[in-house]
């Protein structure tokens, strides 16, 4: 009898990352999320980081889409810019820093006001439109 050995890759290896860019409202500057896929539809966001406009485009980034239910771990460090937690998906599709003025939120990238509703599950874009 031949005793097959199997090797028990721990989860982590794997996952599949994306980096999703956003845009910070404070700053008017892009930034990288780092999410890893957790599940099907399932994303955990793990980290967060200055990016240029251009690189982005270059790393393809602009090309991921990401959708589902997407949450974040404990040691996210927010917003590389102002710190801020929180993201807000537009309709277009782009993601933003959470910032309200007068209860008003402002998409960074197409211009739109309006209050903030919960996430449903939308299809997230990655990225830069020029
Ligand atoms: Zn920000
Ligand atoms: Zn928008």
């Not at 896929?37 to 980081?49: H, M, S, V």
């Not at 889409?65 to 710190?83: E, L, T």
């Not at 008003?104 to 990225?127: D, H, K, L, P, R």
Request: a neutral charge; aromatic letters at 10%.
């Amino acid at each position: 009898m031949v005793r097959r050995k199997v090797r028990l890759l721990p989860v982590s290896e794997f996952k599949e990352a994306v980096v999703l860019i956003a845009k910070c409202g404070e700053s008017h500057k892009s930034y990288g999320i780092r999410m890893e896929k957790t599940g099907t539809d399932r994303w955990l966001t793990t980290w967060a980081f200055p990016i240029k406009d251009s690189s982005a485009k270059r790393e393809g980034y602009d090309k991921i889409q990401v959708k589902g239910d997407i949450s974040f771990s404990d040691d996210y460090p927010g917003c590389p810019y102002c710190g801020g937690h929180g993201l807000t998906l537009c309709p277009c599709g782009h993601l933003s820093c959470t910032i309200m003025r007068s209860n008003v939120f402002t998409c960074e990238w197409c211009g739109m006001q309006g209050e903030i509703g919960n996430y449903s599950g939308e299809t997230i874009v990655a990225g830069a439109d020029y």
